[in-house]
């Protein structure tokens, strides 16, 4: 159904948690493969690879999605970041959404992305989550931590979609974002 993309920066803290988390995507059919695209410097990001049986691309600046859109078997592609972490259930969400954009004319015009929970507790947080959905709901604006669902034409050459240690610079232009009801809760900057 579709594959995963983890992209990992400065902060490798998350990626166990984040792997976790597509694991029962992976035992439902529903996950075909992941590949870690990995920005950091830490000798421990390719060991953790190798034990989840997941490719790696390393990078030290910016790169097109398309040379790693080459790794990945699927038509749909997930990115998240390391240390994001879905809500369970998070994969059944995903799979209808696929279902709906894959019998829609042209499926590279839309996209998803996870509807946005910040980890921590205070109002700070809460006003943060309240400015993430109006800003995905009302704009299509999501952030990178959130994950993006999207069509694997946005890989291609001269997509100009790009990823970089924070994430993508911002969702495909050409595709209309709409927002999960299942939330990602995403990394505490580090």
Same mark, same amino acid.
């Given at each position: 159904?579709f594959?995963?993309?983890i992209?990992?920066g400065?902060?490798t ?8 988390? %597509? ?15 990995d920005?950091s ?5 390719? %060991? ?12 030290k600046a ?7 859109? @080459? ?5 749909w592609?997930? %990115? ?9 259930g998070?994969?059944w ?8 954009a894959?019998?829609t004319?042209?499926?590279?015009t ?9 980890? $921590? ?8 989550e ?14 990178? $931590? ?20 924070? $994430? ?14 299942? @939330?990602? @809760?995403?990394?505490?900057? $580090?």
């Amino acid at each position: 159904m579709f594959s995963a993309c983890i992209i990992v920066g400065e902060n490798t803290d998350g990626l166990g948690a984040t792997l976790g988390a %597509l694991v029962p995507a992976v035992a439902d059919g529903v996950l075909r493969d992941a590949v870690i695209v990995d920005f950091s410097a830490d000798p421990d990001v390719e %060991l953790v690879c190798d034990a989840a049986g997941c490719g790696r691309v390393v990078a030290k600046a910016s790169l097109p999605l398309e040379k790693v859109g @080459t790794s990945l078997r699927c038509e749909w592609l997930l %990115l998240m970041m390391a240390g994001a972490v879905p809500q369970s259930g998070w994969h059944w969400s995903a799979s209808e959404f696929i279902e709906r954009a894959a019998m829609t004319v042209s499926p590279e015009t839309v996209a998803a992305a996870f509807d946005y929970a910040n980890p $921590g507790f205070g109002k700070r947080d809460r006003m943060s989550e309240l400015w993430r959905r109006i800003s995905g709901h009302l704009l299509g604006r999501v952030a990178p $931590g959130q994950g993006l669902i999207l069509h694997r034409s946005h890989a291609s050459p001269g997509s100009g979609f790009e990823l970089g240690p924070q $994430g993508w610079h911002k969702p495909p232009v050409a595709a209309r974002v709409t927002v999960l009801p299942v @939330t990602m @809760t995403v990394p505490v900057p $580090g």
